[in-house]
Each structure stands twice: as structure tokens, then as C-alpha cells.
């Protein structure tokens, strides 16, 4: 990828990202922003898009040959804010041998005989391989936070639900991505931030057409009297776990085509960090390949 597109994947996507979050606010994002670009900017970011997924496509396969590092991207959002349509935007052109979609839903009575990191770190990708969590560990600090009664369910004796539990688990949180990030798998962690008067339009939708009616449940309007309790769980979270080598990106998504862009540039901008390339051949395996083309010839 030219320098010239680098830096205008960069342009795109520092506003979004946040590796510190001394200060962070998350008003300070506005959902309906789209980075300057117009309606009439529109079908330009979807070329852009497409040319990110191309790319995308071409860095797997290196990324599977090199087979050192792991990719590991994180998606979390409020109900109807497009986590699903943007991973399938951005994952269109790989190929889905290198790459696994997890989503995580209530836990198990397994899970709960575990440790609450116990379930996310045995999905976490291999090297070679691109792992997307559809919700993740964090939602042990943002829907158990806002529920509390949830974290009474987790097993845990009395004694080790304290005051400081919150902050005891983004520590928890931070040493394990610190942790992937000392082993090679880098971390990408992505809040779509959807506006609440969004979220009503969209969830009107699911309601006035049939073909949507299958998306909506009625716990999502109950969870949608929360908004102002996840709201404060979500800046918490960022604040407490942003950091260079596991940044979070607060992507507007009002508008759908702008956040699959911003989304897609951050991949890009990270695994061209990474200077990818094919495994060089040693002279012992040039050897083996021109011995191998001579058999073929005289076949």
C-alpha cells in the first residue's frame, strides 16, 4: 500500500483512536459524525472499502504464511448499532479459513465453573489466524457492571466481591491483552457508537418490516433503559484499558457506510504496521523445489 494511502487511512482514523484514556469522554464522540467526508463522499468509501478488503485479503495470506502473528479484533456496542453487518462488510474477501467469528452470549454453567476470562482466552486466535469476538470480555465489566446481580450468579465467594472489583478486573483485562500483545497477537478493540435516537429509528425498523421482525426482542428495549448507566460502564471501560499496544477505536455509527470504512481502515493501518511478507526461501528448500521441478519435467 502507498505511503499516500497510509497517511490517509491515518488522517481517517486518529480521531477515533484512543490509546490513553487519561481525560477520555466519550461525548466528546459524536455518533453521527463522518470524519468530514458528505453523502455525496459516500460511493468514494465504498471503493475505499473495497479496495481495504482487497488488501485485507492479499495480508491474510501472508499472515498465514509468516505465521507469527495472531489478529485479534473486538466488537462491542449498544443493541442495533451494525456489529454484525460491519464484520461482514470487513470480512467480506477473507478467506474464512483464517478466520473465526465468536460470539459470546450468556454464560454456561460451565463457563461459570471457571474463571470469567476462562471462555474468551480459549477462542483467542492462533498465529497465522484473524479471530473476531462479536461481544468479549469486556462485557464482564459493562453488562455485569449495569447488572449486578449478574456477578452473584459467577461463583465467586463473598469475600472477592469488593468495592474494587471494577477496578481489579481492567487490570485483569489489561494484563491480558498485554499478555497476547507480548505473544505475538495484536489486539483491535472497536465500540460502535450509536446514538439513542439511532437505536429507536432502528429498532422501529425491525418492528415495521416482517423481514426484520426476527432481530428484535423485547429485551432490548428493557436494556435500552439503561442507555445512560451503559453509557458510563463503556467510558469507564475505555478509560481504564486503552493503551498503545490494545487501542480502542469509538467508531460513529449512525451512518453505517462511514463506520465500515473507519473500521476497515484500522485493520489495514494495523497490519501494515506489521510489514507482512512471504516466508523467504533457504537454499536447502531452493534445492528441494528445483529438484522437485526436475521430476516434473521429465514426467
Request: charged letters at 30%.
Amino acid at each position: 500500500m502507498k505511503k499516500s494511502q497510509l497517511a490517509r487511512i491515518e488522517k481517517l482514523i486518529s480521531p477515533f483512536r484512543i490509546t490513553s484514556g487519561k481525560g477520555f469522554r466519550l461525548k466528546d464522540i459524536d455518533p453521527r459524525s463522518t470524519g468530514g467526508l458528505d453523502s455525496e463522499d459516500k460511493d468514494e468509501a465504498k471503493e475505499m472499502l473495497g479496495r481495504g478488503v482487497e488488501w485485507l485479503a492479499e495480508q491474510q495470506d501472508m499472515l498465514y504464511a509468516q505465521d507469527h502473528w495472531g489478529l485479534l479484533l473486538v466488537f462491542q456496542a449498544m443493541d442495533a448499532a451494525g456489529k454484525d453487518s460491519t464484520i461482514k462488510h470487513v470480512t467480506s474477501g477473507i478467506n474464512p479459513q483464517g478466520c473465526a467469528v465468536t460470539s459470546f452470549k450468556q454464560p454456561s454453567s460451565e463457563d461459570l465453573d471457571h474463571d470469567y476470562l476462562w471462555r474468551y482466552s480459549r477462542n483467542v486466535p492462533a498465529r497465522g489466524q484473524i479471530g473476531i469476538f462479536n461481544r468479549s470480555y469486556y462485557e464482564e465489566v459493562l453488562v455485569v457492571r449495569v447488572h449486578e446481580e449478574l456477578l452473584h450468579r459467577q461463583k465467586l465467594h463473598p469475600s472477592l466481591i469488593t468495592k474494587n472489583i471494577w477496578r481489579d478486573r481492567y487490570e485483569d483485562i489489561g494484563n491480558f491483552e498485554k499478555y497476547l500483545d507480548r505473544n505475538g497477537i495484536l489486539v483491535l478493540k472497536f465500540f460502535l457508537h450509536v446514538s439513542k435516537a439511532e437505536q429507536k429509528r432502528r429498532f422501529m425498523e425491525r418492528l415495521d418490516r416482517p423481514e426484520k421482525n426476527w432481530k428484535f426482542s423485547a429485551s432490548d428495549v428493557a436494556e435500552r433503559e439503561h442507555w445512560s448507566d451503559y453509557q458510563m460502564a463503556y467510558e469507564e471501560a475505555i478509560r481504564n484499558t486503552a493503551s498503545k499496544h490494545a487501542p480502542w477505536y469509538v467508531v460513529p455509527a449512525d451512518n453505517k457506510w462511514f463506520t465500515r470504512l473507519v473500521v476497515a481502515a484500522a485493520v489495514v493501518d494495523a497490519m501494515a504496521a506489521l510489514k507482512l511478507h512471504y516466508p523467504v526461501v533457504g537454499a536447502v528448500k531452493r534445492r528441494e523445489l528445483a529438484a522437485a521441478r526436475g521430476r516434473l519435467e521429465a514426467g
